[in-house]
């Protein structure tokens, strides 16, 4: 079980799916992926979805996701995505009574006792107080994670700041024009 933290964005894209009948219907599924911005979400999932749908789809929906954490696990069938609510026990500073803090996750799992197994497993490391709130399985088909080195500005040995181009074309031009003074 991993764990990332991250500014995460649930989109909808919609499709005509090929049926196990062999028909094509219309369908809807919602998919979470891992952006800065609202444009770069909908770059991944549009670049993302491209390897698995042949013909045309439609991004219907994006919007920011609830929970900036994602429990990732290990097991291959786990195939689900269960959102979970925590409330950490604080002590508030200036009443001293203790205060309820609701939190959201998104736990990858493939059966509601397993999501459960899943949280307690990272959050049992921990040593804030917590109690689950709830846990409800949502109709995510797949979680996508940014890949850092899909947008690394690879350097080229050209690759100075135009300044130094100037400066070096003025230090070749003040060379040149003593190399011709000294011949003259």
Known sequence: ?????????????????????GMQKKTTE???????????AEETI???????????????????????????????NDDKWYKVKLQFIIIDEKSGKEKLSAVNYLVQSNTLQNAVKNVEEVMNTGMQDWKL???????????????????????????RPEYEDAMNAEMQAETETEAENVEA
């Open 1 to 21: 079980m991993r764990s990332r933290t991250a500014e995460w964005f649930e989109t909808k894209i919609r499709y005509e799916k090929m049926m196990e009948d």
């Open 30 to 40: 919602a998919y979470v992926v891992d952006a800065l911005t609202f444009t770069e």
């Open 46 to 76: 549009t670049e993302e979805m491209s390897a698995y749908i042949t013909g045309d789809f439609v991004i219907t929906d994006i919007k920011k996701a609830p929970y900036k954490e994602v429990f990732f696990s290990d097991n291959h």
């Open 133 to 159: 709130a709830s846990v409800a399985e949502t109709t995510l088909m797949d979680v996508f994670e940014h890949d850092g080195t899909k947008h690394v500005n690879k350097v080229v040995e050209d690759d």
